[in-house]
């Protein structure tokens, strides 16, 4: 069976990087220590391997333990980590689309959703919703709910989307603001609830959305 740094070599190759070096950089990793956890010179935790695993577009498993395939399969289930994105930023700025991968590197990992793996990308990650404003029909999020995000996916009015605000990385219903002509929001926003005693919010910038809700699981995983 190979070796983990040499499976982290192989799946870096598959996708595309000739160097180690270039890896990092396009994911804003630290050189030195992405290249010696490929060299074997540093051990790798599994925060790091979730973070490679979803820069390559591997399984997770496979990088970490060599079972399985190392592309994610057409059957069965995908592991995608549950976040600790900041819960409240405490007055730190927001987070903007072009850092989102930086935060996403630097975020804790706190547990993990299964998904079929037929809706599984390695981009996915998933978070616990922290207010009660999309406590409300057709989808009554509440406190403690874990929603699957994508941030692939182009947020058009209408979706659920992961927000920074102010108030730290919250889940809302983007709605109406400047678009261009292919109906993507390229000025401010409105954010709005799901629950009818919750307010708008307006006037938000639409690079702090970062990223499109496509499923929540209380008990039972529901696609949206």
Not at 23 to 45: C, D, I, K, M, Q
Request: contains cysteine.
């Amino acid at each position: 069976m190979t070796s983990v740094p040499a499976r982290l070599k192989k799946a870096r190759q598959a996708a595309g990087f000739r160097t180690a070096t270039a890896a990092a950089a396009r994911f804003v990793w630290n050189r030195h220590t992405y290249t010696s956890n490929e060299n074997g010179h540093r051990p790798l935790s599994r925060d790091a391997a979730v973070a490679y695993a979803r820069a390559f577009k591997v399984n997770l498993e496979w990088l970490l333990t060599g079972k399985g395939s190392m592309q994610p399969g057409s059957s069965g289930l995908q592991q995608v980590p549950i976040l600790r994105l900041g819960g409240t930023n405490g007055g730190l700025p927001v987070t903007t689309r072009n850092q989102l991968q930086a935060l996403l590197n630097a975020a804790e990992v706190i547990g993990y959703i299964a998904i079929p793996a037929d809706q599984y990308s390695a981009d996915k990650f998933a978070m616990m919703i922290t207010d009660n404003y999309m406590d409300g029909p057709p989808l009554w999020l509440k406190e403690g709910d874990v929603v699957d995000t994508d941030p692939t996916l182009q947020p058009r009015p209408g979706s659920v989307v992961v927000v920074s605000l102010d108030a730290g990385f919250v889940v809302r219903k983007l709605g109406f603001g400047t678009r261009d002509k292919d109906g993507n929001p390229i000025g401010p926003v409105e954010l709005h609830p799901l629950n009818p005693l919750c307010p708008i919010e307006r006037g938000v910038s639409a690079e702090q959305v970062l990223s499109v809700v496509t499923g929540f699981y209380r008990k039972v995983p529901t696609t949206i």
